[in-house]
């Protein structure tokens, strides 16, 4: 594959069109056109297509975008870290993959450390489905995924699987649902309005097991992969809602809520992922380190 042809594709896609891509680049559109054509020819497929005055993605253009985009922000990083300008103001970059289902503020917790190390940091997050992130950490697009589980035998990733912090579980409601509420915690949950985790969720597992075992049938009003968007309707009175024990203040304050009950046999845990020809990484380094010393127990 010629890098030049795919440096004219990545500018056009970027662009939005050949004539401005070639107005940028400084050759005539013709000859931008004649050399992605090439690049069609040598990958088999079409990238581009006409989209009135300008270009759109195919499906495989779009994944040749990524692609792209992680090359030349690779040959970026590489330029600089070897001139002799980059070698002073080097940054180490970390791009880190958060599992939706991991709340905003453990994740900075469990991160932290890592802007803590020597070397100047430039952290990436990207959040996803656990099963897409671990996908883009096989093919070494991540650093680390943050998940609320682990890595399970199954799948081919080679990976590793580090135990950052645990936490037990609280439910939350909003003042002018709880008047309506009665009976001690936890048998008024029993037919109550609930939020709950995705059906994929290991909390959301765990949370329909403590449920069977204590007999209660609460009334489902809506499944969440996305914890703040779990906590947003809650917060609006639309029913409880579970979150770690241990955000009970920001939880409170964020959302205008009060803590029902604590469940200290429901345990939620964080893991870091890192595929095995990163486990040196400075960040994953500090990151593990620092959970060894304290978790999140609360």
């Not at 880190?96 to 802007?115: C, F, M, N, W």
Request: aromatic letters at 8%.
């Amino acid at each position: 594959m010629n890098f030049k042809h795919l440096h004219y594709f990545w500018a056009a896609a970027k662009a939005g069109g050949i004539v401005r891509a070639g107005q940028q680049l400084h050759i005539t559109p013709q000859t931008l056109s004649a050399q992605i054509k090439l690049l069609e020819g040598s990958l088999g497929c079409q990238l581009l297509q006409k989209s009135g005055r300008g270009v759109e993605l195919t499906p495989e253009g779009r994944t040749a975008l990524s692609y792209a985009d992680q090359i030349f922000s690779l040959g970026a990083e590489l330029e600089a870290a070897v001139s002799s300008k980059g070698l002073a103001g080097h940054s180490l970059t970390f791009r880190v993959g958060i599992a939706d289902s991991v709340p905003k503020a453990i994740a900075y917790r469990l991160l932290e450390p890592a802007l803590g190390v020597p070397e100047q940091v430039r952290l990436i997050c990207h959040e996803g489905n656990f099963r897409d992130l671990l996908a883009q950490l096989s093919v070494h697009r991540l650093d680390l995924v943050v998940a609320d589980e682990a890595m399970g035998k199954h799948t081919s990733v080679k990976a590793f699987n580090h135990t950052l912090g645990t936490t037990a579980m609280s439910f939350y409601i909003a003042p002018e649902l709880k008047r309506a509420f009665a009976g001690p915690f936890p048998d008024c949950l029993d037919g109550a309005p609930m939020l709950v985790q995705g059906s994929t969720s290991a909390m959301r597992q765990r949370l329909d097991l403590w449920l069977a075992e204590h007999h209660l049938r609460p009334r489902l009003i809506g499944e969440f992969d996305d914890a703040a968007l779990l906590k947003a309707f809650g917060g609006e009175g639309r029913g409880v809602f579970m979150s770690p024990s241990v955000l009970e203040e920001e939880t409170c304050a964020q959302y205008g809520v009060e803590v029902l009950g604590r469940v200290p046999e429901l345990v939620e845990e964080f893991f870091g992922i890192s595929p095995e020809r990163r486990i040196t990484h400075p960040c994953v380094a500090a990151i593990t380190h620092a959970a060894r010393a304290k978790f999140l127990r609360r």
